[in-house]
Nanobody
């Protein structure tokens, strides 16, 4: 059973910070099979959008709306991905999902999501 578990969401005031983490508690894949790990977010009624991705070489990419405010990192040994979110804005409010993509399109896994709410 593949299990990706997000944590760290919550309620924060505009301008504040939150740190999210996502860990594989039990997986059918290995560290060497991971192509990329990332974070996506979704607001009800909207499409799920990319927040940040880190690939197997450690190269990162960010959505334009969060670049400069958010930082993605990973712990390959634990198949864990983190997202440091600073200077949060009300429009950042969403359910944040972690994602793990397996090489050669052999797998694409999602966590259950963690709610982030930014008050103004």
């Amino acid at each position: 059973q593949v299990q990706l578990v997000e944590s760290g969401g919550g309620l924060v005031q505009a301008g504040g910070s939150l740190s999210l983490s996502c860990a594989a508690s039990r997986t059918i894949f290995s560290v060497s099979s991971v192509d990329a790990m990332g974070w996506y977010r979704q607001v009800p009624g909207n499409q799920r959008e990319l927040v940040a991705v880190i690939d197997s070489n450690g190269i990162t990419s960010y959505g334009d709306f969060v670049k400069g405010r958010f930082t993605i990192s990973r712990d390959n040994a634990k198949i864990t991905v983190f997202l440091q979110m600073n200077n949060l804005k009300p429009e950042d409010s969403a359910v944040y999902y972690c994602n793990v993509k397996i090489k050669f399109k052999l797998g694409d896994y999602w966590g259950q999501g963690t709610q982030v709410t930014v008050s103004s």
